[in-house]
């Protein structure tokens, strides 16, 4: 039996430009770290080989950080080394000022266990049964079909016949040229398994057919959209004819979480949500609060941030307020022992949302109450904490 | 607000009078009607009546010299001076300058702008000169209480802010008042508002846009993810208009695929039609033939079997002919019997008489059967003769025919061999054409190559210049160009700021004792001056530092702190912000990094050229690739063609190539259309000729044996004449005949005149005879006719036969049936196809061919276009961008929402605090009551003001009681408090002119005491003819010393106007 384990769309030095400086760190970082889990769950399930199917680096000349930290963790690894094939991808393509390039320091960073796909007739023998076929994208944007592009097998060839290669599935219009894969390409070319990369979510696109054609995901996902990102294909074969089995294995350290809060018990709740220091969450407020809750609401949301002083629940957190609403008004929410000039402040907002015409006036009425809120409250806590 | 100095010319009853004020209170005493109303007017005049106005009438002098003039200087915040001058009258003039230091003073404003400026200043509720301002000298609220004049003690407990025309004097005395009433809660609350309104908003409310703002972060923020997204949307936009290319393309491709294998498949069934026609036609020529051959042998059958019949027929013709010369000599036999018989009787009749006659007339009809006989025989001969000759003549004319059919299957195969050489010349034309165009082709591929060599040359030129450019540029660091205005005007500002140091300055060092002394002057380097022993005089622009001993260090630097400060900041922000990029450019200066930031653009003006240049090249570079493989493609195809061409030169057919006109391909058709069918004609023509050929041989051999016949029949003939004496022998016989015919009719008319009566039976016997021996000619005619037709036609039969005998029927008839046979093999055409019609299908594929390579070649640049723009690629990184863009664009709505909130949170804070500050009266009341009740001993309880300060009463014994009704004393001492009231609060000066002449001495001592203490934190000014209520004897001018004397510290100042003021 042949045993592989089959990842891609690793996208090391993605930015994510929508996300705050730190958070940014935090993820790219991750992206690298994974590596080394990919490495161990391989060595756990004592593959023969890991083929990485395209999409490696976010961009064909990555920054230097990045490229020198993954041919690190290939050196650091210990052994034993099974081999690694490292196919070019559409975002990373092999072109002579790519990352790929034989030229590149980075390739002479590598360990010969590690191999790069750099020649459109790229095989390799992983064991005297089994051989590899390989072809990397040299372009960003392509209409061949890659994989039908792999030698086709010769008759009485018995061996078992790995495909590698990155690109779309889609066989809709728009997508013939995100280097398009014909669905029954691994049948058509006498292939016992078909590792792709481009789709960010583990899956198998020829469960009806008899040659595996798959997906393994980003093994760190890169937005909300992705449901079953952050896993590892771990194939098994047999022998040639008898259909493969392919597990997923998670192996992200992030788990991207979309909430949505309709009511401050929501809001509550997201807080004993298990691991949230290891999700990445958008938190969609999308309730109409009163000052005193709104306060309470700011309060939790530092506690799942964090502050200089402290660390957040959530290991990183977004918060979407644009359907967050203020009771409009103070609705009596001050206390009544203040100096009557703040009385007067606040009279004099409550007059103006209740006699405003415009809603953005109500709503910028009701903030400056919510801000003067605030202040008279950090004052009595300053006063009560002194006390 | 504060005096300083008051100079008046030419005022009234003053000639000319100068006073420097103290910034305390400043006690300005003389006598009755020195004029010290008169400078209170000025100070009021200057500050508040235009020059132009007619209110300053009452104050020409009184000489009537000169035009009024007054020129005040005073302060309003610290180190803001103004200096208002005024010269009244048609003919005056206004100016206000401004300083920061009191000396030096800049012009601000003149004319009338003057007055508006002075309004603005002061902020006295008098409104811009012109609007509802009257002729006089502009009141208000402030103006009487702060300037009131002698004559107006009291009006400011009748006036109020309510009359003000505008509200600046109510706003600066509610601002005046908040600053001391706030809670201390609301006082954080609202320091901590404004903080946060400050961090958007400058002081005249306008957002901050400055670097490091937050609006400017969140528009940064906004602008590089819009930048971004834009950037990303352009190549996506780029992406997907080559992806729509590209489908076009590959549509248009599978388009052009299926109509190249149309057009294959339509030459192949033209074609197939074509050779399908031409087989048939040569398949049914041959049938043709075969059934000509057949019908040929036939119809000698049928020919041969006619001779037969026809022979028999006329053997049975001249066997009745035979019969008929018989029956018709029987029948003459008998006639001449009939005759005999007849003539018997005649002679019966006349024995002797016509014994003689009728032996005459028997020798006669004997030489005439003889001569008929003669005749006969040579009439036979001649036909023999004649038929012979017709025979020969006959055979003749076949000769001619066939040597004419000769002639034409000759001239048909010369005309067949002159069209194949024009169908063999056309395909060596056609072929010299393909070269040709090949050869064009080539060349054009050629110059393709040719060009994007020249054009790769260009690219590898411009990309050195390129980098070299890039290069220099890159070792050319300078700051944006718009930054190059803000450190100008920073140099500007440091040299200005600098400029206010330099005022210079001279430091005396005075030694008490020997000490050494190391002077440093203008951060120039130190000067050791040794051991001093008597002072020194140090000299410098700006600064100064004495080392003294190693004792001190003594540093003295020139300007007020904040003009230093202000240096040290511009240098600091000097270094910070302009020191970099000069070190960073290489150069000293602004303007050499100006220089270098023209370098700078030029180079980035050119980089964009090359840049320009370098991507119009690559177009074309991309235009032309696949221009290599198009040459060798081409240039295969030329030699290829020339190779078609054999031996023969393509220069040679130059001539006939140029002769085929612009479109040589249908020259050439039409011209091989015109040879096929000359060439077809020719072949008809030479076998129509072969088979006329044919017929006329076998004619002429069938005349040649009847020919041979006749001859032999003639000859036969005339072998039984002399030669030649046929037709003398039947002329001679015929005279012979015709002779014996005339003796006969002589003897006949004999016979008639002797024998009348035997004449009827003689004639009818006669009659008889005649006609017994004309059938007798007839029928030997006949018989001779048929034996001559019988002749001929055995002649003809036997050549029949012969013929006959040569042909194969069941050989032709074989033929035949294998010729009828392939002909019904071979299918039919749908369609009769023209050769025009295959060549224009063969054109068609071609130029479906071409098409495709078209197609191909635009796909092949298009994919190239592809793989550099991104595709997928580009769109994941748009939607990163959106999501950022959007997430930018959601912070900036919060943060200027948030903002709006804190300017208006701090916008109601301060309505609030105003609203609870407006009630004026309220605020001031307490303090002006607490000093009345003072004064009074509490005889007053407290004083009632109206929220905007009009004075309602006081309270005595609980009951309110109007200011009219205190006594003058009371009321002005009432109005003096309010004044300095208003006057501590606004920390401003007022100007007492003889307020308190009223008051006793305990009153008056005790505001002596009230006034100076308030000396302390504001200017008053009193004017006084009584110095003794104001003054201990020791702080009044001596006679022998300056004008003015300062005690209290220098917080009073006693000025004596006997002095200080000149009456004209």
Same mark, same amino acid.
């Given at each position: 039996?042949?045993?592989?384990?089959?990842?891609?769309?690793?996208?090391?030095?993605?930015?994510?430009?929508?996300?705050?400086?730190?958070?940014?760190?935090?993820?790219?970082?991750?992206?690298?770290?994974?590596?080394?889990?990919?490495?161990?769950?391989?060595?756990?399930?004592?593959?023969?080989?890991?083929?990485?199917?395209?999409?490696?680096?976010?961009?064909?000349?990555?920054?230097?950080?990045?490229?020198?930290?993954?041919?690190?963790?290939?050196?650091?690894?210990?052994?034993?080394?099974?081999?690694?094939?490292?196919?070019?991808?559409? *975002?990373?393509?092999?072109?002579?000022?790519?990352?790929?390039?034989?030229? *590149?320091?980075?390739?002479?960073?590598?360990?010969?266990?590690?191999?790069?796909?750099?020649?459109?007739?790229?095989?390799?023998?992983?064991?005297?049964?089994?051989?590899?076929?390989?072809?990397?994208?040299?372009?960003?944007?392509?209409?061949?079909?890659?994989?039908?592009?792999?030698?086709?097998?010769?008759?009485?060839?018995?061996?078992?016949?790995?495909?590698?290669?990155?690109?779309?599935?889609?066989?809709?219009?728009?997508?013939?040229?995100?280097?398009?894969?014909?669905?029954?390409?691994?049948?058509?070319?006498?292939?016992?398994?078909?590792?792709?990369?481009?789709?960010?979510?583990?899956?198998?696109?020829?469960?009806?057919?008899?040659?595996?054609?798959?997906?393994?995901?980003?093994?760190?996902?890169?937005?909300?959209?992705?449901?079953?990102?952050?896993?590892?294909?771990?194939?098994?074969?047999?022998?040639?004819?008898?259909?493969?089995?392919?597990?997923?294995?998670?192996?992200?350290?992030?788990?991207?979480?979309?909430?949505?809060?309709?009511?401050?018990?929501?809001?509550?709740?997201?807080?004993?949500?298990?691991?949230?220091?290891?999700?990445?969450?958008?938190?969609?407020?999308?309730?109409?609060?009163?000052?005193? =809750?709104?306060?309470?609401?700011?309060?939790?949301?530092?506690?799942?941030?964090?502050?200089?002083?402290?660390?957040?629940?959530?290991?990183?957190?977004?918060?979407?307020?644009?359907?967050?609403?203020?009771?409009?008004?103070?609705? /009596?929410?001050?206390?009544? /022992?203040?100096?009557?000039?703040?009385?007067?402040?606040?009279?004099?907002?409550?007059?103006?949302?209740?006699?405003?015409?415009?809603?953005?006036?109500?709503?910028?009425?009701?903030?400056?109450?919510?801000?003067?809120?605030?202040?008279?409250?950090?004052?009595?806590?300053?006063?009560?904490?002194?006390? | 607000?504060?005096?300083?100095?008051?100079?008046?010319?030419?005022?009234?009853?003053?000639?000319?009078?100068?006073?420097?004020?103290?910034?305390?209170?400043?006690?300005?005493?003389?006598?009755?009607?020195?004029?010290?109303?008169?400078?209170?007017?000025?100070?009021?005049?200057?500050?508040?009546?235009?020059?132009?106005?007619?209110?300053?009438?009452?104050?020409?002098?009184?000489?009537?010299?000169?035009?009024?003039?007054?020129?005040?200087?005073?302060?309003?915040?610290?180190?803001?001076?103004?200096?208002?001058?005024?010269?009244?009258?048609?003919?005056?003039?206004?100016?206000?300058?401004?300083?920061?230091?009191?000396?030096?003073?800049?012009?601000?404003?003149?004319?009338?702008?003057?007055?508006?400026?002075?309004?603005?200043?002061?902020?006295?509720?008098?409104?811009?000169?012109?609007?509802?301002?009257?002729?006089?000298?502009?009141?208000?609220?402030?103006?009487?209480?702060?300037?009131?004049?002698?004559?107006?003690?009291?009006?400011?407990?009748?006036?109020?802010?309510?009359?003000?025309?505008?509200?600046?004097?109510?706003?600066?005395?509610?601002?005046?008042? +908040?600053?001391?009433?706030?809670?201390?809660?609301?006082?954080?609350?609202?320091?901590?508002?404004?903080?946060?309104?400050?961090?958007?908003?400058?002081?005249?409310?306008?957002?901050?846009?400055?670097?490091?703002?937050?609006?400017?972060?969140?528009?940064?923020?906004?602008?590089?993810?819009?930048?971004?997204?834009?950037?990303?949307?352009?190549?996506?936009?780029?992406? =997907?208009?080559?992806?729509?290319?590209?489908?076009?393309?590959?549509?248009?491709?599978?388009?052009?695929?299926?109509?190249?294998?149309?057009?294959?498949?339509?030459?192949?069934?033209?074609?197939?039609?074509?050779?399908?026609?031409?087989?048939?036609?040569?398949?049914?020529?041959?049938?043709?033939?075969?059934?000509?051959?057949?019908?040929?042998?036939?119809?000698?059958?049928?020919?041969?079997?006619?001779?037969?019949?026809?022979?028999?027929?006329?053997?049975?013709?001249?066997?009745?002919?035979?019969?008929?010369?018989?029956?018709?000599?029987?029948?003459?036999?008998?006639?001449?019997?009939?005759?005999?018989?007849?003539?018997?009787?005649?002679?019966?009749?006349?024995?002797?008489?016509?014994?003689?006659?009728?032996?005459?007339?028997?020798?006669?009809?004997?030489?005439?059967?003889?001569?008929? +006989?003669?005749?006969?025989?040579?009439?036979?001969?001649?036909?023999?003769?004649?038929?012979?000759?017709?025979?020969?003549?006959?055979?003749?004319?076949?000769?001619?025919?066939?040597?004419?059919?000769?002639?034409?299957?000759?001239?048909?195969?010369?005309?067949?061999?002159?069209?194949?050489?024009?169908? *063999?010349?056309?395909?060596?034309?056609?072929?010299?054409?393909?070269?040709?165009?090949?050869?064009?082709?080539?060349?054009?591929?050629?110059?393709?190559?040719?060009?994007?060599?020249?054009?790769?040359?260009?690219?590898?030129?411009?990309?050195?210049?390129?980098?070299?450019?890039?290069?220099?540029?890159?070792?050319?660091?300078?700051?944006?160009?718009?930054?190059?205005?803000?450190?100008?005007?920073?140099?500007?500002?440091?040299?200005?700021?600098?400029?206010?140091?330099?005022?210079?300055?001279?430091?005396?060092?005075?030694?008490?004792?020997?000490?050494?002394?190391?002077?440093?002057?203008?951060?120039?380097?130190?000067?050791?001056?040794?051991?001093?022993?008597?002072?020194?005089?140090?000299?410098?622009?700006?600064?100064?530092?004495? /080392?003294?001993?190693?004792?001190?260090?003594?540093?003295?630097?020139?300007?007020?702190?904040?003009?230093?400060?202000?240096?040290?900041?511009?240098?600091?922000?000097?270094?910070?912000?302009?020191?970099?990029?000069?070190?960073?450019?290489?150069?000293?200066?602004?303007?050499?990094?100006?220089?270098?930031?023209?370098?700078?653009?030029?180079?980035?003006?050119?980089?964009?050229?090359?840049?320009?240049?370098?991507?119009?090249?690559?177009?074309?570079?991309?235009?032309?690739?696949?221009?290599?493989?198009?040459?060798?493609?081409?240039?295969?195809?030329?030699?290829?063609?020339?190779?078609?061409?054999?031996?023969?030169?393509?220069?040679?057919?130059?001539?006939?190539?140029?002769?085929?006109?612009?479109?040589?391909?249908?020259?050439?058709?039409?011209?091989?259309?015109?040879?096929?069918?000359?060439?077809?004609?020719?072949?008809?023509?030479?076998?129509?000729?072969?088979?006329?050929?044919?017929?006329?041989?076998?004619?002429?051999?069938?005349?040649?044996?009847?020919?041979?016949?006749?001859?032999?029949?003639?000859?036969?003939?005339?072998?039984?004449?002399?030669?030649?004496?046929?037709?003398?022998?039947?002329?001679?016989?015929?005279?012979?005949?015709?002779?014996?015919?005339?003796?006969?009719?002589?003897?006949?008319?004999?016979?008639?005149?002797?024998?009348?009566?035997?004449?009827?039976?003689?004639?009818?016997?006669?009659?008889?005879?005649?006609?017994?021996?004309?059938?007798?000619?007839?029928?030997?005619?006949?018989?001779?006719?048929?034996?001559?037709?019988?002749?001929?036609?055995?002649?003809?039969?036997?050549?029949?036969?012969?013929?006959?005998?040569?042909?194969?029927?069941?050989?032709?008839?074989?033929?035949?049936?294998?010729?009828?046979?392939?002909?019904?093999?071979?299918?039919?055409?749908?369609?009769?196809?023209?050769?025009?019609?295959?060549?224009?299908?063969?054109?068609?594929?071609?130029?479906?061919?071409?098409?495709?390579?078209?197609?191909?070649?635009?796909?092949?640049?298009? +994919?190239?276009?592809?793989?550099?723009?991104?595709?997928?690629?580009?769109?994941?990184?748009?939607?990163?961008?959106?999501?950022?863009?959007?997430?930018?664009?959601?912070?900036?709505?919060?943060?200027?929402?948030?903002? =709006?909130?804190?300017?208006?949170?701090?916008?109601?804070?301060?309505?609030?605090?105003?609203?609870?500050?407006?009630?004026?009266?309220?605020?001031?009341?307490?303090?002006?009551?607490?000093?009345?009740?003072?004064?009074?001993?509490?005889?007053?309880?407290?004083?009632?003001?109206?929220?905007?300060?009009?004075?309602?009463?006081?309270?005595?014994?609980?009951?309110?009681?109007?200011?009219?009704?205190?006594?003058?004393?009371?009321?002005?001492?009432?109005?003096?408090?309010?004044?300095?009231?208003?006057?501590?609060?606004?920390?401003?000066?007022?100007?007492?002119?003889? +307020?308190?002449?009223?008051?006793?001495?305990?009153?008056?001592?005790?505001?002596?005491?009230?006034?100076?203490?308030?000396?302390?934190?504001?200017?008053?000014?009193?004017?006084?003819?009584?110095?003794?209520?104001?003054?201990?004897?020791?702080?009044?001018?001596?006679?022998?010393?300056?004008?003015?004397?300062?005690?209290?510290?220098?917080?009073?100042?006693?000025?004596?106007?006997?002095?200080?003021?000149?009456?004209?």
């Amino acid at each position: 039996m042949l045993k592989l384990l089959h990842t891609a769309d690793w996208h090391l030095g993605k930015r994510f430009p929508s996300f705050p400086e730190e958070a940014q760190k935090k993820l790219s970082r991750a992206r690298m770290n994974v590596i080394a889990t990919i490495l161990d769950v391989a060595r756990r399930n004592m593959v023969h080989a890991v083929l990485c199917a395209g999409d490696l680096f976010d961009d064909p000349t990555p920054g230097a950080d990045f490229w020198e930290g993954l041919a690190k963790i290939f050196r650091d690894h210990p052994p034993p080394h099974i081999p690694v094939f490292l196919v070019p991808g559409n *975002h990373d393509p092999l072109t002579p000022e790519s990352v790929w390039s034989p030229g *590149h320091p980075f390739r002479a960073r590598l360990p010969a266990w590690v191999h790069v796909v750099d020649r459109d007739d790229f095989t390799f023998e992983i064991t005297p049964d089994a051989v590899l076929y390989a072809r990397p994208c040299r372009s960003k944007a392509g209409e061949c079909d890659l994989a039908m592009s792999l030698p086709a097998r010769a008759p009485g060839d018995i061996k078992l016949r790995i495909g590698c290669v990155h690109g779309s599935t889609f066989d809709l219009k728009g997508y013939q040229t995100n280097f398009p894969i014909s669905r029954d390409a691994g049948v058509e070319r006498g292939l016992d398994y078909l590792a792709i990369g481009d789709m960010h979510s583990f899956r198998d696109v020829t469960a009806s057919l008899p040659v595996p054609t798959v997906y393994p995901g980003a093994p760190e996902p890169t937005s909300f959209d992705e449901p079953d990102a952050g896993r590892v294909a771990v194939v098994a074969l047999f022998r040639h004819g008898s259909r493969p089995r392919v597990d997923s294995e998670p192996v992200a350290f992030w788990r991207w979480l979309d909430v949505r809060c309709r009511s401050m018990n929501d809001l509550r709740a997201l807080l004993i949500t298990k691991d949230l220091e290891r999700h990445v969450v958008r938190l969609h407020l999308e309730m109409t609060v009163t000052l005193a =809750e709104e306060s309470e609401l700011e309060r939790i949301i530092r506690d799942l941030e964090g502050t200089d002083a402290t660390h957040g629940r959530a290991g990183i957190l977004l918060v979407d307020r644009t359907r967050l609403r203020l009771q409009v008004g103070s609705a /009596d929410a001050f206390p009544d /022992d203040l100096p009557p000039v703040i009385r007067d402040t606040v009279a004099r907002l409550d007059r103006i949302v209740a006699e405003a015409v415009d809603e953005a006036d109500k709503v910028k009425a009701t903030r400056a109450l919510s801000h003067l809120y605030k202040l008279v409250q950090r004052q009595n806590d300053a006063s009560g904490g002194a006390s | 607000m504060k005096l300083h100095r008051l100079r008046v010319q030419s005022f009234a009853a003053v000639r000319d009078a100068e006073i420097a004020f103290g910034p305390g209170l400043n006690i300005l005493y003389g006598p009755n009607d020195l004029g010290k109303s008169t400078l209170a007017e000025a100070i009021r005049l200057v500050l508040l009546l235009p020059h132009t106005s007619t209110g300053s009438d009452p104050y020409i002098p009184w000489s009537g010299a000169n035009d009024p003039l007054v020129d005040l200087t005073f302060e309003t915040e610290e180190q803001r001076f103004w200096r208002v001058r005024k010269q009244f009258g048609k003919s005056g003039s206004s100016l206000l300058q401004e300083s920061r230091n009191g000396q030096d003073f800049d012009d601000v404003e003149r004319a009338r702008r003057v007055d508006a400026r002075l309004r603005e200043i002061l902020r006295w509720g008098i409104p811009e000169p012109g609007a509802g301002s009257g002729k006089g000298i502009p009141e208000s609220f402030l103006s009487a209480a702060l300037l009131s004049t002698q004559a107006h003690v009291s009006d400011v407990l009748a006036a109020s802010l309510a009359d003000d025309p505008t509200t600046t004097g109510k706003d600066r005395i509610a601002a005046a008042l +908040q600053a001391v009433a706030q809670d201390p809660l609301f006082i954080t609350l609202l320091r901590e508002t404004q903080e946060r309104r400050d961090e958007a908003y400058t002081d005249r409310g306008a957002k901050k846009t400055a670097k490091g703002s937050v609006f400017k972060l969140a528009a940064d923020r906004v602008n590089e993810a819009r930048d971004e997204k834009e950037r990303l949307q352009k190549i996506v936009e780029d992406s =997907e208009g080559v992806e729509r290319r590209l489908r076009e393309l590959i549509e248009e491709r599978r388009h052009l695929d299926q109509e190249q294998a149309a057009a294959a498949d339509r030459l192949a069934a033209t074609e197939q039609l074509a050779r399908q026609a031409a087989d048939r036609a040569a398949a049914a020529d041959r049938l043709r033939a075969a059934q000509d051959a057949v019908l040929r042998v036939q119809t000698m059958d049928q020919d041969v079997a006619a001779a037969e019949e026809k022979v028999k027929d006329l053997a049975a013709a001249r066997s009745r002919a035979e019969g008929s010369v018989k029956d018709a000599q029987l029948a003459e036999t008998a006639a001449g019997a009939a005759l005999t018989a007849a003539d018997e009787t005649v002679r019966a009749a006349g024995l002797d008489s016509d014994m003689a006659d009728t032996v005459a007339r028997q020798a006669l009809e004997l030489r005439k059967i003889a001569a008929d +006989q003669a005749i006969g025989a040579a009439t036979a001969a001649q036909e023999l003769i004649d038929t012979a000759s017709r025979a020969d003549t006959e055979h003749r004319q076949r000769e001619v025919e066939m040597k004419r059919a000769r002639e034409q299957r000759a001239q048909a195969a010369e005309a067949e061999a002159a069209a194949s050489e024009e169908l *063999h010349r056309c395909d060596l034309l056609q072929r010299a054409v393909e070269a040709r165009a090949a050869d064009k082709l080539a060349a054009t591929a050629r110059a393709q190559v040719d060009k994007e060599t020249a054009l790769r040359r260009d690219r590898s030129n411009i990309a050195d210049e390129r980098e070299a450019t890039a290069e220099r540029r890159a070792a050319i660091i300078v700051p944006p160009a718009g930054s190059l205005p803000a450190l100008r005007k920073l140099a500007t500002d440091l040299a200005s700021a600098r400029g206010a140091l330099d005022v210079g300055l001279v430091m005396t060092v005075i030694p008490a004792a020997l000490v050494k002394v190391r002077v440093r002057k203008d951060g120039e380097a130190p000067e050791d001056l040794g051991i001093l022993a008597k002072p020194l005089d140090v000299e410098a622009d700006t600064e100064v530092e004495v /080392d003294i001993a190693d004792l001190a260090t003594v540093r003295v630097r020139a300007g007020r702190r904040e003009a230093q400060e202000r240096v040290q900041a511009l240098e600091a922000r000097w270094t910070a912000d302009a020191l970099p990029h000069l070190q960073a450019a290489g150069v000293d200066d602004l303007d050499a990094l100006d220089a270098k930031l023209a370098e700078a653009r030029d180079l980035d003006a050119h980089l964009k050229k090359l840049d320009g240049d370098l991507d119009s090249l690559d177009r074309q570079i991309a235009g032309l690739e696949g221009a290599a493989e198009a040459l060798r493609e081409t240039a295969a195809r030329a030699e290829a063609c020339h190779l078609a061409l054999g031996e023969t030169k393509l220069e040679t057919l130059t001539a006939d190539l140029d002769a085929l006109g612009p479109d040589p391909g249908t020259t050439l058709r039409t011209r091989r259309h015109k040879a096929t069918q000359a060439a077809e004609t020719a072949r008809t023509t030479a076998n129509q000729a072969a088979t006329a050929e044919t017929l006329a041989e076998e004619r002429a051999r069938t005349l040649r044996t009847a020919l041979d016949a006749a001859a032999l029949a003639r000859d036969a003939a005339l072998g039984k004449l002399p030669s030649g004496a046929a037709r003398e022998a039947l002329q001679a016989a015929q005279e012979e005949q015709k002779k014996i015919q005339a003796e006969l009719a002589s003897l006949q008319s004999l016979i008639d005149a002797r024998k009348k009566q035997l004449e009827a039976a003689l004639s009818d016997a006669r009659e008889a005879s005649d006609k017994a021996r004309s059938g007798v000619k007839t029928a030997q005619e006949a018989l001779t006719q048929a034996i001559r037709n019988l002749a001929s036609e055995e002649g003809r039969l036997a050549e029949l036969r012969k013929v006959r005998a040569a042909a194969d029927l069941a050989a032709a008839e074989a033929i035949f049936r294998e010729a009828t046979q392939h002909h019904d093999a071979l299918p039919a055409p749908e369609r009769l196809v023209l050769p025009d019609e295959v060549a224009a299908a063969r054109d068609a594929l071609a130029q479906a061919k071409r098409d495709l390579a078209n197609v191909d070649r635009d796909m092949h640049i298009t +994919q190239g276009m592809l793989q550099q723009v991104g595709g997928a690629v580009a769109r994941d990184h748009l939607r990163d961008a959106l999501e950022a863009l959007e997430q930018a664009e959601s912070y900036e709505r919060e943060i200027e929402a948030d903002y =709006e909130a804190w300017r208006l949170l701090l916008d109601q804070m301060k309505e609030a605090d105003a609203a609870q500050a407006s009630n004026l009266g309220q605020a001031l009341a307490p303090a002006i009551a607490d000093r009345f009740q003072a004064l009074t001993q509490q005889r007053y309880q407290s004083v009632h003001l109206t929220a905007h300060l009009g004075t309602e009463g006081v309270l005595v014994a609980g009951k309110l009681r109007s200011p009219d009704a205190l006594s003058v004393g009371t009321r002005e001492q009432l109005s003096t408090l309010y004044r300095l009231c208003l006057g501590e609060y606004l920390q401003t000066t007022i100007v007492l002119d003889d +307020q308190l002449v009223q008051s006793d001495d305990s009153r008056m001592e005790w505001f002596r005491n009230l006034l100076i203490e308030k000396a302390r934190t504001f200017q008053i000014i009193v004017f006084t003819c009584r110095p003794n209520d104001y003054l201990d004897a020791a702080a009044m001018v001596t006679a022998d010393g300056p004008g003015y004397v300062d005690s209290e510290e220098g917080f009073v100042r006693a000025i004596d106007l006997g002095r200080a003021v000149g009456r004209g």
